[in-house]
């Protein structure tokens, strides 16, 4: 189990949708720290990689290894394209997500975790993740299982409150059936809450997940009211947390006090959105810090500070090992060296409503022009909100699907304005945008923390800029810790980052 294991000092953050994908989570681990692979949009991503002739073998390697042989020959032949997709040719349409999810999409998504994290953990012995959003939570329960199938040690979930999923690890790993109550607007307080049903033997045959390892799991969170509160509850009570700064990349906690924004249209951050460490400190459990903390100094600040490390996406994002595509890569590397980078948390480019940090680049979704070319369509579906129709049924939106669909279910347009398709941009940076006719692909959007100082020291380093290990990213902040031990004064405590 992975609560046996030493904990982690660096956790490697779960980027995107394949940006922390199992190639980097492996390099990671490889190191002896927290390799974490995203588990967002995970079916789409495993669907996709097959259509596209699955290069280098990788998927059809982890699928010979899928406990359930008949399960993973049905999404072989229903997905994997031989020799791949010709290039002109759209991705076939993976099914949405929904509260009744068919057969077939359960089967696909546990596969697509199992692949995942079987791929992350293939050669070593070192620790690995997968981090899932609170907010994409009717897939959860399938993710898990096929990442508990492969063996992950640690579950990370943000993005909301986690206080489920303890006791969905449990069940899981007796083999038992699980349900996770779905957060649905218009729902009476007197109407049946709406759920999703998960039966590992319905599934997958009896006794085939009975047993499993019962990975640590890690809340992500922006606050020491909901650690106490997770913590308050032995039901609740998770193995550690990942404090979450506002400067953190993709989606981030809006403001505790009113709404205010910046000449930008920036949400403005004060005093009350700073976590309070002494208030963690005493849950007794251990934390790691993230936003603006992956430095050198960032990771001896926060173990002076009483935290077990850091966790990091940004550096890692730039790596040769993440899954963002390498001409997007390659854009950032040289803003950062030119040191004409720009990123914005915008309000408004999320459809969840929550602040979006967006990385400011040519030919991507942060341009106006770009945007407004764009022809709406909804066919992932990820961000989608379940809301009951007036007859007492269950029909699904998202403020960024094209605005008459969205206003025939009752949404407003003033909810509309502004919103991006984060589904498909995110695919589109990994390598995986859909195909539109005419040839046109999907714009990416790259999104991505405020802090590039370590980015900017390691691409300097590198010829021309080009991406670095994700190895040197651990060397250089583990030097922070080497420094911290070579000194006898000690680190001065600050924590307004």
């Given at each position: ?30 190191t002896g ?101 609170r907010?994409?939570e ?17 579950v ?132 790691w ?9 960032g ?111 009752g ?8 919103r ?15 195909r ?62």
């Amino acid at each position: 189990m992975a609560a046996e294991r030493e904990l982690p000092t660096i956790i490697q953050g779960g980027m995107g949708v394949a940006v922390s994908g199992w190639e980097l989570a492996r390099a990671v681990a490889s190191t002896g720290e927290l390799g974490v692979v995203s588990g967002t949009a995970l079916d789409v991503v495993c669907s996709r990689r097959l259509q596209l002739g699955d290069p280098g073998g990788h998927m059809r390697r982890a699928l010979a290894h899928f406990p359930i042989p008949d399960v993973a020959r049905r999404v072989m032949r229903e997905h994997y394209r031989h020799g791949g997709l010709p290039a002109d040719a759209a991705f076939r349409t993976v099914p949405r997500f929904s509260l009744t999810p068919s057969r077939d999409l359960q089967e696909l998504t546990v596969v697509a975790a199992f692949c995942e994290v079987w791929l992350a953990r293939e050669g070593h012995d070192g620790p690995v993740g997968i981090n899932l959003l609170r907010k994409i939570e009717i897939p959860v329960p399938w993710v898990l299982l096929g990442a508990m199938l492969a063996g992950v040690d640690y579950v990370l979930v943000g993005a909301g409150n986690p206080a489920e999923i303890p006791g969905i690890l449990r069940k899981l790993a007796r083999g038992e059936d699980v349900t996770l109550p779905i957060r649905t607007q218009g729902l009476r307080s007197d109407d049946q809450p709406a759920t999703v049903r998960c039966s590992p033997t319905e599934l997958l045959g009896e006794g085939a997940a009975h047993g499993l390892a019962l990975p640590a799991f890690l809340a992500i969170v922006a606050s020491s009211d909901l650690a106490r509160a997770l913590a308050a509850d032995p039901a609740t009570r998770p193995a550690g947390f990942v404090v979450e700064g506002h400067t953190a990349g993709g989606h981030n906690a809006p403001p505790r006090g009113p709404r205010r924004t910046d000449d930008r249209g920036q949400p403005i951050y004060d005093e009350r959105d700073t976590a309070d460490l002494e208030a963690l400190a005493a849950i007794g459990l251990p934390f790691w810090l993230a936003g603006s903390w992956g430095t050198p100094e960032g990771l001896s600040l926060a173990r002076a500070l009483g935290a077990q490390g850091v966790q990091v996406g940004t550096a890692f994002a730039y790596t040769a090992e993440s899954g963002l595509e390498d001409s997007l890569k390659r854009s950032v590397l040289d803003q950062v060296l030119a040191g004409t980078i720009e990123v914005r948390a915008d309000w408004r480019a999320s459809p969840t409503g929550f602040p979006f940090r967006v990385v400011e680049l040519p030919g991507t979704l942060s341009e106006r022009q770009v945007a407004a070319a764009r022809k709406p369509v909804c066919d992932l579906g990820a961000l989608r909100t379940p809301f009951a129709k007036p007859d007492g049924q269950i029909d699904y939106r998202c403020p960024a699907e094209p605005l008459a669909m969205y206003q025939r279910k009752g949404g407003r347009a003033q909810n509309a304005e502004g919103r991006l398709c984060l589904c498909n941009g995110l695919m589109a940076a990994a390598g995986l945008g859909q195909r539109r006719p005419g040839g046109a692909l999907e714009p990416a959007l790259v999104t991505s923390g405020e802090d590039f100082s370590t980015v900017r020291a390691l691409a300097a380093r590198t010829e021309d800029g080009r991406p670095y290990p994700a190895a040197d990213v651990i060397a250089n902040l583990r030097s922070g810790l080497r420094d911290q031990a070579a000194s006898p004064e000690p680190v001065a405590a600050r924590t307004d980052r």
